[in-house]
């Protein structure tokens, strides 16, 4: 790749978005409308269409040149001084450098292409709001962080993208901070995710202080490129962090997973994510879909080589995505909230991911990631659709009878529904089955893994048809739902145009010439995570996709048995429901759990000192401070006479004892 144009595209892609939150926030939401509905969509598509252009160019190259690095500036250089006066460097060069790879390519696509159309529809949605310039600013800043995090060659450069990600979540997420269930899941979101981000600046400080080169030698480098050369199956001649295994770069592995699994919604820092619905949908869309929550699973893919040396840490992470995805299927199974409900079949797909990332499966991991960016935004705004017809009201028991009122939205939404339950041909078919598929072939304590793994199938398939039939068919259940309508264009085009992305862009991942050995996807990764260590036969990978199949219908047909026979009231109120009903619908009580161990001791102890240590020490303190100051101004005014002899006086004084002093010293 040329290293000139890779630097002009890179700057474009990571420079339009920045431009557009820029000149918002210094024009303080005082640009025309017209201007910020152009300038808000338009710097991210330019964004798109620098990053295709990227993509192209890195086609055009053989598989082993497809990764560059560039450098817009040295940002920081640390250096010591020995006693001579010679220079030495300590090897620390925080430059702001991005790296350009198919991993890197991959992520940006999503973020600029779903980001892109997310925006389009939010001009749309957020039309009548009187923060609409504001929404703008904090939407472009929150792309401008993604790439940042994506693109960055350098620790450090990651860490500020990291940071800059929760910083624009909380904002979006606490946009209508006049409501106050909005302002508390923001903040929740980002305590939850700085708890995170305390995890993966220690990992990255013991990579710092700890990896070595050859002959043993301490690096102190935060180039990810110097990082992933000394670590791993790459480095032939050592270990940077230690042997395989050993407790160094196991530490490394979970602590850099807390902060994946903070970013992501994985347990047990995962609660933030259903709150988080409290922000516009468009923001759901953006943020809890295609690009904020899969950050976690970019993390282990890219620091995949420490990964391979941590087998421990790689099962904790394929064990914990795993069981994430049931609990959050099971969670989702019984919820209300349209939103909710899609929320938690967020986080049970990131944990599918964040399996098979953990397993070694990362190219199944990322394809998902990519599919799932498309049906995920789809079901999203499809939703909002929904929600903006019926003024608000996100409950689908009140809703009924709209697959008549709304065509194409249903249409769409359906779409959405079969590609995430993995019904070919559509999107999400391709890439589960891939992912638990490889998951069988890799994954550790198999087949256990795997049979919780497909399992899921029946629990997806249940709560998005239960969406569907609830939400769509059947009568009108509140005045909103019988005078609902289809959204406007600007709302609908990208919702058809997720809908069409969804149905079709499980076919890339296909050789239909029949000649490579990996698949499109694998094949294309692979300059950066290499193939997968092990294939299932072809008998058992047929086995196993039948048996997805089978069981994804199996939870479509449960849908038409209880709601279409009317087994369940689709008003039902789970009031007397049996325990385990109640168990999933409280959310495994979670909530309530952090509640009493964390929230309420914390706030116990706040006002046991306010009440207890405050006044006695503290305030005691600063009040004895105060007095012997007042006590020494009271004192020094009787020296403030008025009198000119008086200060004479003084003056002569201190001018003698100076005299004295001075001879004194002098002898």
Known sequence: MNPTLTLVLSALALGLPTAGFALNAVTAGRLPRRLVALMGPGVVLGSFVAT???????????????????????????????????????????AFSVRIDPLSVLMMLVITGIGGVIHVYSVGYMAEDPGFNRFFAYMNLFITSMLTLVMSNTLVFLIIGWAMVAFASYALIAFWYERPSAVVAGRKAFITQVIGDVGLVLGAFLIFLNLRGPGGRLLHTVDLQVIFANVGPGAHFHNGLGPLGGGMVTAIGILLFLGAAAKSAQWPLHTWLPDAMEGPTPVSALIHAATMVTAGVYLVARFHPIY?????????????????????????????????????????????????????????????????????????????????????????????????????????????????????????????????????????????????????????????????????????????????????????????????????????????????????????????????????????????????????????????????????????????????????????????????????????????????????????????????????????????????????LWFFFFTLLGVVLLGLRLT
């Open 52 to 94: 295709l252009v990227l993509l192209a160019s890195m086609l055009m190259q053989a598989p082993s040149r497809r990764g560059v690095t560039v450098t817009f500036w040295n940002w920081l250089t640390a250096s010591t001084t020995a006693g001579s006066g010679v220079t030495a460097h300590s090897g620390l060069n925080a």
């Open 308 to 648: 391979q040396q941590a087998p421990i840490a790689a099962g904790l992470v394929a064990v914990i995505g795993i069981g994430t995805a049931l609990m959050a299927g099971v969670i989702g199974c019984t919820q209300f909230d349209i939103k909710r409900v899609i929320a938690y079949s967020t986080m049970s797909q990131i944990g599918l991911m964040i399996f098979a990332v953990g397993v070694g499966a990362y190219s199944a991991g990322m394809f998902q990631f990519f599919t799932h960016a498309c049906f995920k935004a789809l079901l999203f705004l499809a939703a909002g659709n929904v929600i903006h017809a019926l003024h608000d009201d996100q409950d689908i028991r009140s809703m009924g009878g709209l697959s008549r009122r709304m065509r194409w939205t249903f249409v769409s939404f359906t779409v959405g529904a079969l590609a995430l339950a993995g019904i070919p041909i559509f999107a999400g078919f391709f890439s589960k089955e891939e992912l638990l598929g490889q998951g069988l072939a890799l994954g550790p304590a198999v087949p256990w893994l795997w049979v919780i793994g497909v399992s899921i199938n029946v629990l997806t398939s249940f709560y998005i048809f239960r969406v569907v039939w609830v939400a769509f068919f059947g009568e009108a259940r509140s005045a909103n739902a019988e005078h609902a309508h289809e959204a406007p264009p600007l709302m609908l085009i990208p919702v058809v145009v997720l809908a069409g992305l969804a149905t079709v862009v499980g076919f890339l991942n296909i050789d239909f010439a029949g000649f490579a050995p990996v698949t499109v996807f694998q094949a294309f990764l692979q300059p950066v995570v290499g193939v997968p260590a092990a294939h299932a036969s072809a008998l058992v990978d047929g086995m196993a996709l039948l048996a997805g199949v089978l069981l994804s219908l199996f939870g479509v047909g449960v849908v038409w048995a209880v709601y279409g026979k009317g087994l369940v009231s689709r008003e039902f109120i789970p009031q007397h429901a049996p325990w385990l009903y109640q168990l999933s619908f409280r959310k495994f009580y979670w909530d309530e759990i952090y509640d009493a161990t964390l929230v309420r001791p914390s706030v116990a102890m706040a006002v046991g000192v306010r009440r207890l240590v405050e006044p006695g020490v503290f305030d005691a303190a600063v009040s004895g401070v105060r007095d012997a100051v007042a006590s020494l101004g009271s004192d020094l005014r009787t020296f403030q006479t008025g009198f000119v002899k008086d200060y004479a």
